[in-house]
């Protein structure tokens, strides 16, 4: 089992930009293939963005396409999702998921770990 901590999230304007982080520990994270989910108030948890172990696949939910960018850093345990442009509809709890694959996938049911979540808020 891998542990999980996202961080990074907050309150900035329409327009602006964050930078999450998801710190592993436990094992390695390049054992993983990464995703990140969002949930807003009221609504399902969906897909954002994912990579692959090696970091050579990215696969993108089509809202924040552009916007987004995940990336990782093996080295260092830790993936990140680089959010530009925001808008108020990106507002939600942001969760980073691990699943033990070379690739990723969007379905949210084929993530074995899961962190706490980070609050992220778009005001307009």
């Known amino acids: 089992q891998v542990q999980l901590v996202e961080s990074g999230g907050g309150l900035v304007q329409a327009g602006g930009s964050l930078r999450l982080s998801c710190a592993a520990s436990?094992?390695?994270?390049?054992?993983?293939?990464m995703g990140w989910f969002r949930q807003a108030p009221g609504k399902e948890r969906e897909f954002v963005a994912a990579?692959?172990?090696?970091?050579?696949?990215?696969y993108y939910t089509d809202s924040v396409k552009g916007r987004f960018t995940i990336s990782r850093d093996n080295a260092k345990n830790t993936a990140y999702l680089q959010l530009n442009s925001l808008k108020p509809e990106d507002t939600a709890v942001y969760y980073c998921?691990?699943?033990?694959?070379?690739?990723?996938?969007?379905?949210?049911?084929?993530?074995?770990?899961w962190g706490q979540g980070t609050q992220v808020t778009v005001s307009s």
């Open positions: 998921a691990a699943r033990m694959s070379v690739l990723p996938t969007i379905r949210e049911d084929e993530y074995d770990n």
């Open positions: 436990g094992r390695t994270v390049s054992s993983y293939a």
């Open positions: 990579i692959s172990r090696s970091g050579d696949t990215t």
